[in-house]
């Protein structure tokens, strides 16, 4: 039995203590060959091989017996059962959950439920990836529950980099490799770096995981330090209070290709905004592209797309949002970020939000403010009420250009400094007015 450790969860400059309960057990039963087919029914028995013809009746029997290249075909029914995953596919011959074509599947879990006030991410998931477990597909899956993937002693990732952010140690941060300049490269040995400098040799992300044109509910998907996987397709709506963001990636989770999801109805958590967001990214989240999502109806202080904590050189484009709190934000201490050719129509506070907080600083900060950003030719239509298209409260050496914008909020620490720290609003050196005509690319 293993059960994950305790972690630190940092967002926003608050601290909260996590423990993910529940323990995951060993798989059982010999693997099958690469390339087999294991097919699963309810109709089936977990004492059958699962060749085709004889199936297993549970999910978590097939993954125990599953190996590098196997595919397990599903046929239609229910299947209620926590999946617990620790071992891994390869790049060439991944592992691939899928429906078997003959009507919808759905997996489902008996999970206790979080209250609203609920400041962590909510590990009881219908789907649990563990253990460095890498190269996993799933798709055209109903998932009622989510999925909850961490790394190896993601742990103790975590409460290094937070212990730094507490220190306010920038400078120690972006020695990782990858964090400090723009170096994809790099990037990729961001894992061996971690092992050193935290002790810890046994770190191991989750690589390579792919959830495709799933539609999940209940819960969302929560990745922790996972890198190089591809969400894209997904329908992902109807969350719990309490339960966190649609699409969570955070602690060094790099390279995700996030594509054409649709997420919705994150009921209102009565904690802080990051546990009701459609897309975040934090912890060092960092080269992930987010392109052609749509994010909408979020209730309360719901953002669309947000960036926080150290996630940096993310490219964020073509994406929508629609009846949210703030379509996309760029908060604490993002780097060479790109917002580029996204809308947002129908939003309550700010279309777009760039490090809020630091309207407080008499000037920028390496460690909390957004740094070489880039947002340009986006979209901000129909404000409720007050709302300004675009707010920022601390940034430097930012590019603002053609951005379909009417109205900003700078704060004024912002106005007397913007030009010295390198930001430019449509190729000029001057902070936004508080009106004006709007530009276009």
């Known amino acids: 039995m293993k059960t994950t450790p305790s972690v630190r969860l940092m967002s926003s400059g608050l601290a909260a203590t996590v423990v993910l309960a529940g323990a995951v057990a060993a798989g059982a039963g010999p693997a099958t060959a690469a390339g087999t087919v294991l097919e699963v029914s309810t109709t089936g028995n977990d004492a059958n091989s699962g060749a085709p013809g004889k199936p297993l009746k549970t999910v978590q029997a097939a993954i ?16 209620n059962q926590q999946l617990k995953i620790r071992k891994s596919g ?22 206790p439920m979080p209250a609203c006030n609920n400041s962590q991410p ?38 290094w980099h937070s212990r730094l952010v507490d220190q306010g140690n920038w400078q120690t941060r972006r020695k990782v490799p990858g964090a400090g300049s723009y170096n994809p490269t790099a990037a990729r040995q961001v894992v061996p770096y971690l092992r050193t400098v935290t002790g810890d040799q046994d770190l191991d992300s989750n690589d390579g995981l792919k959830f495709l044109n799933n539609t999940v509910t209940k819960k969302g998907l929560f990745f922790r330090m996972n890198s190089y996987g591809v969400a894209s397709g997904n329908k992902i709506s109807d969350l719990a209070c309490g339960t966190g963001p649609g699409i969570w990636l955070i602690t060094f989770s790099n390279g995700w290709q996030v594509t054409k999801n649709d997420v919705s109805r994150i009921a209102a958590s009565t904690w802080k905004h990051f546990m009701q ?13 987010v392109t052609g999502n749509n ?27 629609t009846n949210v709190a703030i379509g996309y934000n760029d908060q604490m201490s993002g780097w060479g970020n790109v917002w580029k050719s996204n809308t947002v129509t129908s939003f309550r506070t700010y279309g777009y939000g760039v490090r809020l907080m630091d ?27 007050t709302a300004k298209s675009f ?32 930001n430019t609003f449509n190729g000029k050196p001057t902070p936004p007015p508080a009106t004006f005509a709007p530009s276009h690319c």
């Open 295 to 321: 994010v909408h109806d979020l209730p309360g202080d719901g953002r669309a797309y947000n960036t926080d904590v150290d996630s940096s050189w993310n490219t964020i484009t073509g994406n929508r949002a």
């Open 391 to 422: 707010g920022v409260g601390g940034t430097m050496y930012g590019t603002y250009n053609g951005n379909a914008w009417t109205t900003a909020k700078v704060a004024k620490s912002v106005q007397s400094y913007w030009g010295k720290y390198g």
């Open 277 to 289: 967001e459609g897309i975040r990214m934090g912890t060092a989240s960092n080269y992930n592209k």
């Open 90 to 111: 390869t790049a060439s011959a991944p592992i691939t959950v899928m429906p078997y074509g003959d009507g919808a599947v759905t997996l489902t879990a008996n999970l």
């Open 122 to 159: 909510d590990g009881q998931r219908t789907i649990l990836i563990i253990s460095g477990s890498d190269y996993w597909t799933f798709q055209g899956l109903n998932i009622v529950g989510g999925v909850y993937s961490t790394g190896k002693d993601a742990g103790s990732a975590y409460t």
């Open 64 to 79: 125990d017996k599953a190996a590098a290249g196997t595919t397990i075909k599903i046929h239609k029914g229910t299947y």
């Open 359 to 385: 309207g407080k600083l008499t000037l920028p900060s390496y460690n909390s403010s957004a740094n070489k950003i880039n947002m340009s030719c986006n979209v901000a239509s129909r404000p409720i009420g």
